[in-house]
T-cell receptor
Framework: AQSVTQLDSQVPVFEEAPVELRCNYSSSVSVYLFWYVQYPNQGLQLLLKYLSGSTLVKSINGFEAEFNKSQTSFHLRKPSVHISDTAEYFCAAAPPSGGYQKVTFGTGTKLQVIP | DAGVTQSPTHLIKTRGQHVTLRCSPISGHKSVSWYQQVLGQGPQFIFQYYEKEERGRGNFPDRFSARQFPNYSSELNVNALLLGDSALYLC???????????FGSGTRLTVV
């Protein structure tokens, strides 16, 4: 079984400042890792994913996340945030093979960008 | 291409009633999963269906059931509604797990 921990429930940051949203996972087997973003009253949108290979993955809107196997982490970063980045961010894990495709989510981190 | 569509978008039910939520996956996606997202929490896995067969079930009571139709659309049924069933119910479809899961906008269920 896998679990995902997001230690920060809320992260306030000033516009154009850098931000890091932390995610740690626990799994007895390899996992696929994802970051999803949820805007108010909307569903989840896939931001980026790590499957294998390069440990640094990037999204089209400037976010990046680095898979660190030794620290079992998959932190999300952005060097300069915009007001439009205000949303809730969920880290998630899924088994790459076998069984069923259950995605395990963290409890979410609300990013509040302050003008 | 249309994304994952869910209906209705909002629903208000009374305790003890039953409810049916519907989901249409992205064309070509044979896997559909259902999640419950209670306010302030991350989504919790309820069911996964693939090719009309239940492939997995989360830790939810038997009041929750689902099915998938030949066109891969899906229904989630909840009987004997409780106040605690109030949540956003999300449907996700995928082509294969490596490509990730596309979520619909959800159905907001309020039980009063």
């Amino acid at each position: 079984a896998q679990s995902v921990t997001q230690l920060d429930s809320q992260v306030p940051v000033f516009e154009e400042a850098p931000v890091e949203l932390r995610c740690n996972y626990s799994s007895s087997v390899s996992v696929y890792l994802f970051w999803y973003v949820q805007y108010p009253n909307q569903g989840l949108q896939l931001l980026l994913k790590y499957l294998s290979g390069s440990t640094l993955v990037k999204s089209i809107n400037g976010f990046e996340a680095e898979f660190n196997k030794s620290q079992t982490s998959f932190h999300l970063r952005k060097p300069s945030v915009h007001i439009s980045d205000t949303a809730e961010y969920f880290c998630a894990a899924a088994p790459p093979s076998g069984g069923y495709q259950k995605v395990t989510f963290g409890t979410g981190t609300k990013l509040q960008v302050i003008p | 291409d249309a994304g994952v569509t869910q209906s209705p978008t909002h629903l208000i039910k009374t305790r003890g009633q039953h409810v049916t939520l519907r989901c249409s996956p992205i064309s070509g996606h044979k896997s559909v999963s259902w999640y419950q997202q209670v306010l302030g929490q991350g989504p919790q896995f309820i069911f996964q269906y693939y090719e009309k067969e239940e492939r997995g079930r989360g830790n939810f009571p038997d009041r929750f059931s689902a099915r998938q139709f030949p066109n891969y659309s899906s229904e989630l049924n909840v009987n004997a509604l409780l106040l605690g069933d109030s949540a956003l119910y999300l449907c996700a479809s995928s082509l294969d797990r490596a490509r990730g899961y596309t979520f619909g906008s959800g159905t907001r269920l309020t039980v009063v």
